[in-house]
T-cell receptor
């Protein structure tokens, strides 16, 4: 069974630009959640999608948005990039109905904003 | 405010030795506590998940304990191997928050030969 796939693995963008990251969950998983990881703040929850609907949202500004498609693939968009948005962005998938189920993480997209 | 604190921040041990990592949390209402291992440049991998009623769970050489009364958890690694070098992250879920998790800052473990 293929794992969670995130593309691209690396991105370099300029301040003010926007970026779209992609996440393909494990086949059959309906929940996809997104996280930002930085050396200073650690891992922080961005949002979760389940069956194309946003189910939870973390404490991030509106510049961070996402969506989920009918095949459960998800995209995350960051508009008007700031230097502080440089981070590793991780997505994770799970079945979505059992809160105790483990999250399966992808290897992330490393975003650098210059 | 929900918080998860881990100690120590970093740890160096010799191959073959045991070690214990600590996690204290103030997440409420508690749903479950998870330990993840994250190798450099990769996503976290689940080691254990414990609910309120579970006080010990093992996964090979990894044994997690949970004391829900004191809101503390530990991860014990037995007979460490070089491949255990990684960050270990404690994550706590609140029962009213779905998959919205609170992450600890992690313990960076280095196992030396």
């Amino acid at each position: 069974k293929a794992g969670v796939t995130q593309t691209p693995r690396y991105l370099i963008k300029t301040r003010g630009q926007q970026v779209t990251l992609s996440c393909s969950p494990i086949s059959g998983h309906r929940s996809v959640s997104w996280y930002q990881q930085t050396p200073g703040q650690g891992l922080q929850f961005l949002f979760e999608y389940f069956s194309e609907t946003q189910r939870n949202k973390g404490n991030f500004p509106g510049r961070f948005s996402g969506r989920q498609f009918s095949n459960s693939r998800s995209e995350m968009n960051v508009s008007t990039l700031e230097l502080g948005d440089s981070a590793l962005y991780l997505c994770a998938s799970s079945g979505g109905t059992d809160r105790r189920a483990p999250l399966h993480f992808g290897n992330g997209t490393r975003l650098t904003v210059t | 405010k929900n918080q998860v604190e881990q100690s120590p921040q970093s740890l160096i041990i010799l191959e073959g030795k045991n070690c214990t990592l600590q996690c204290n949390y103030t997440v409420s209402p508690f749903s479950n506590l998870r330990w993840y291992k994250q190798d450099t440049g990769r996503g976290p991998v689940s080691l254990t998940i414990m609910t309120f009623s579970e006080n010990t769970k093992s996964n090979g050489r990894y044994t997690a304990t949970l004391d829900a009364d004191t809101k503390q958890s530990s991860l014990h690694i037995t007979a460490s191997q070089l491949s255990d070098s990684a960050s270990y992250i404690c994550v706590v879920s609140a029962s009213n928050a779905g998959n919205m998790l609170t992450f600890g800052g992690g313990t960076r473990l280095m196992v030396k030969p």
